[in-house]
């Protein structure tokens, strides 16, 4: 279940992790040339520490060769069980992020950035913190929540705390090829509810195909994974009611 790419939605998963896994991956979002996004996660099991991973994430918007805005994540993990017997799991994780906003320069008198002025680099620090508990390889209870410690960007009146968000998601695994799961999410201090559901199921040895629908956006997403030895290509794309899809393709190597 866990993998390095925990460190970014439950670092309590980064526990299931036994050896060292490296993954990079990314594309455009909705297609768009000028949104480009990439990730990179590593995995590192240390017997005195536990599991240790690092992740860095990009995000930026570009016009021609001039780019706009740069938003990108340094985070560091941690994941270890605090019970662990022949019929049940219970793991905890905790990541911490260094969150870097480069806004670039303004539109300048061309309109494209070119001669613009320089609008500064802003920066903070967010603390995420996950739960899973686990029944007999068939039942998993996750929980998550993103910026616990409420981090927040800017200075005075441009202060602006970012999203506070909570996942809660349970994964049912009917047999050892197939695996269920819902989810729900929620921004803190606001009303509306994130609905996920998904599915995952074992070809064969080297292929394994995931979907799901989600609610509040109406989305739906599908996509494979393929498997050869100790490496992985996975490849996906998610619906959006409005927007264009997005395509995203990621690497995985296992040492």
């Excluded at 040339?33 to 995995?43: E, G, M, Q, R, V």
């Excluded at 494209?112 to 903070?124: A, F, H, Q, R």
């Excluded at 603390?127 to 039942?139: C, E, M, P």
Aim: proline share 4%.
């Amino acid at each position: 279940f866990g993998s390095s790419n925990s460190i970014f939605n439950n670092p309590a998963g980064l526990s299931d992790v036994e050896n060292i896994q490296l993954s990079t991956g990314g594309g455009n979002l909705y297609g768009f040339s000028w949104l480009p996004t990439y990730y990179l996660s590593a995995n590192v099991p240390i017997h005195t520490l536990g599991k240790v991973a690092f992740g860095f994430q990009q995000l930026k918007t570009e016009i021609g060769s001039t780019t706009l805005s740069t938003e990108q994540t340094l985070s560091v993990g941690h994941g270890f069980n605090l019970q662990e017997d022949k019929n049940s799991q219970l793991s905890f994780g905790v990541v911490a992020n260094y969150i870097q906003w480069d806004l670039g320069k303004s539109a300048g008198m061309s309109g494209d950035g070119s001669d613009g002025i320089d609008l500064g680099v802003l920066n903070t620090v967010t603390v995420d913190v996950g739960f899973i508990a686990s029944l007999r390889d068939k039942y998993r209870c996750g929980v998550y929540i993103k910026n616990i410690n409420s981090g927040a960007i800017g200075t005075g009146m441009t202060r602006t705390v970012l999203p506070r968000r909570l996942n809660v998601g349970i994964t049912y695994l009917p047999i050892s090829e197939l695996s269920t799961s819902i989810s729900m999410e929620r921004l803190l201090g606001d009303s509306d509810i994130q609905i996920k559901g998904g599915l995952q199921y074992s070809l064969n040895s080297m292929i394994d195909v995931m979907m799901g629908p989600q609610a509040n956006p109406n989305r739906f997403g599908i996509g494979a994974k393929f498997k050869f030895i100790n490496q992985t290509f996975t490849y996906g794309l998610i619906t959006h009611p409005v927007l264009p899809i997005t395509h995203q393709l990621s690497l995985g190597l296992t040492l």
